[in-house]
């Protein structure tokens, strides 16, 4: 006799077994709450898009090279169009531009080989870390080679956004990594010492660090010596950042079960091999929405440089709204910044979230 299983009514059916009916169903309006929240939402887009499209794109206007040649009265994004490369690059030499391109080239290749299986991880990742800075500040910079001397005080635009996000992203990684690690040692200078900076650090904003980095600092050192400004800036936003995820990481730690600790112990590992081997990539992966987080804020924050007198790529478009020929335009501007800010920090997001899910070794529950 065949025995028929039926499945329990108070189930819900597999999500991707019935498609996106049963998405919505399930996300959208599984509640009386949740169908309130989505007719909302569907009413307050009901409001707001139809005039963002009709003055983004269909009265919108893009020909020209002036701004008497904005007449549709939607957005003039001939300013936009016009002013695009200094928005780009800053006060860069347009002749020079192609330094920059190459190094992001440079970048985006270096980077492919990264995910290459066939290439050694470690000797890629010294290459990044390690030979590539030096090869970009030598495009940037020049002097040498043949290459005309550009002024940091000329970096900006989207360039020098990218130059202080990536630097402080890359830099700021290990050291929160060290100052997790020496606040949880057993070592009372070594702990004071990290305890001591982090907490100072996170006890300032921003913008007071910049501050003392442009302006402080250089009063303080001897007659004849100085640092380039944007050196100094880039110490600044490197130390806090990595106040702030040395705590990240450090909430990490603390997840990851004593018995961890104690197996690494058992197997006779030395403390860095236990840390590098057993205990970090676990906490690590525990704490990728709190690192992704802080990378994203870092991001964001690089637009403080403005108030020390360097214009990023918000500066710039800041700088740009105040000319007599382009006034009116500053909607544009800042729309524009948004959408590029919001590309950046969404695609952090995403890809934060594939490596959460490729990473994922747990059961979720339904």
Same mark, same amino acid.
């Given at each position: 006799?065949?025995?028929?299983?039926?499945?329990?009514?108070?189930?819900? #059916?597999?999500?991707?077994?019935?498609?996106?009916?049963?998405?919505?169903?399930?996300?959208?309006?599984?509640? #009386?709450?949740? /169908?309130?929240?989505?007719?909302?939402?569907?009413?307050?887009?009901?409001?707001?898009?139809?005039?963002?499209?009709?003055?983004?794109?269909?009265?919108?206007?893009?020909?020209?090279?002036?701004?008497?040649?904005?007449?549709?009265?939607?957005? =003039?994004?001939?300013? !936009?169009?016009? +002013?695009?490369?200094?928005?780009?690059?800053?006060?860069?030499?347009?002749?020079?531009?192609?330094?920059?391109?190459?190094?992001?080239?440079?970048?985006?290749?270096?980077?492919?080989? *990264?995910?290459?299986?066939?290439?050694?991880?470690?000797?890629?990742?010294?290459? %990044?870390?390690?030979?590539?800075?030096?090869?970009?500040? @030598?495009?940037?910079?020049?002097?040498?080679?043949?290459?005309?001397?550009?002024?940091?005080?000329?970096?900006?635009?989207?360039?020098?956004?990218?130059?202080?996000?990536?630097?402080?992203?890359?830099?700021?990684?290990?050291?929160? /990594?060290?100052?997790?690690?020496? +606040?949880?040692?057993?070592? #009372? !200078?070594?702990?004071?010492? =990290?305890?001591?900076? %982090?907490?100072? !650090?996170?006890?300032?904003?921003?913008? @007071?660090?910049?501050?003392?980095?442009?302006?402080?600092?250089?009063?303080?050192?001897?007659?004849?010596?100085?640092?380039?400004?944007?050196? +100094?800036?880039?110490?600044?936003?490197?130390?806090?950042?990595?106040?702030?995820?040395?705590?990240?990481?450090?909430?990490?730690?603390?997840? !990851?079960?004593?018995?961890?600790?104690?197996?690494?112990?058992?197997?006779?590992?030395?403390?860095?091999?236990?840390?590098?081997?057993?205990?970090?990539?676990?906490?690590?992966?525990? $704490?990728?929405?709190?690192?992704?987080?802080?990378?994203?804020?870092?991001?964001?924050?690089?637009?403080? $440089?403005? %108030?020390?007198?360097?214009?990023?790529?918000?500066?710039?478009?800041?700088?740009?709204?105040?000319?007599?020929?382009?006034?009116? @335009?500053?909607?544009?501007?800042?729309?524009?910044?948004?959408?590029?800010?919001?590309?950046? =920090? *969404?695609?952090?997001? +995403?890809?934060?979230?594939?490596?959460?899910?490729?990473?994922?070794?747990?059961?979720?529950?339904?």
């Amino acid at each position: 006799m065949a025995i028929i299983f039926k499945p329990s009514p108070s189930l819900p #059916p597999p999500v991707n077994s019935v498609g996106a009916v049963a998405w919505i169903k399930q996300n959208l309006l599984s509640s #009386p709450l949740n /169908v309130f929240l989505t007719l909302f939402s569907a009413y307050i887009l009901y409001l707001l898009l139809p005039p963002m499209i009709q003055w983004g794109i269909i009265d919108a206007t893009i020909s020209g090279d002036t701004k008497s040649a904005c007449t549709g009265g939607g957005a =003039c994004w001939t300013f !936009i169009k016009v +002013r695009f490369d200094q928005f780009m690059y800053g006060l860069y030499p347009p002749e020079e531009y192609w330094r920059v391109n190459l190094a992001l080239v440079l970048l985006i290749i270096n980077t492919g080989l *990264f995910f290459v299986k066939s290439l050694n991880k470690m000797i890629v990742s010294l290459s %990044i870390v390690l030979v590539y800075p030096i090869v970009a500040f @030598t495009l940037f910079s020049g002097g040498i080679f043949g290459l005309e001397h550009v002024e940091t005080s000329l970096w900006g635009g989207l360039f020098l956004t990218m130059l202080l996000g990536i630097i402080g992203i890359v830099a700021s990684f290990p050291l929160g /990594v060290l100052l997790a690690l020496g +606040r949880r040692s057993d070592m #009372p !200078i070594a702990k004071s010492v =990290c305890v001591v900076f %982090i907490e100072t !650090i996170r006890a300032v904003p921003l913008i @007071t660090i910049m501050f003392m980095a442009s302006v402080m600092i250089p009063l303080f050192l001897p007659e004849g010596l100085n640092f380039n400004k944007l050196l +100094r800036i880039l110490i600044g936003i490197t130390l806090f950042s990595a106040a702030y995820m040395a705590e990240v990481i450090r909430g990490g730690l603390q997840a !990851i079960p004593k018995g961890q600790y104690e197996a690494a112990d058992a197997m006779g590992l030395t403390y860095w091999q236990s840390m590098i081997l057993v205990i970090l990539p676990q906490a690590l992966k525990l $704490v990728i929405p709190g690192i992704v987080n802080t990378f994203i804020g870092l991001f964001k924050d690089t637009t403080l $440089v403005y %108030i020390v007198g360097m214009f990023d790529f918000l500066g710039i478009i800041q700088l740009a709204n105040h000319d007599a020929n382009w006034l009116g @335009t500053t909607v544009e501007g800042y729309a524009f910044a948004g959408f590029v800010y919001w590309a950046f =920090c *969404f695609g952090m997001s +995403r890809y934060s979230m594939a490596i959460e899910r490729k990473l994922e070794t747990g059961h979720k529950r339904n």
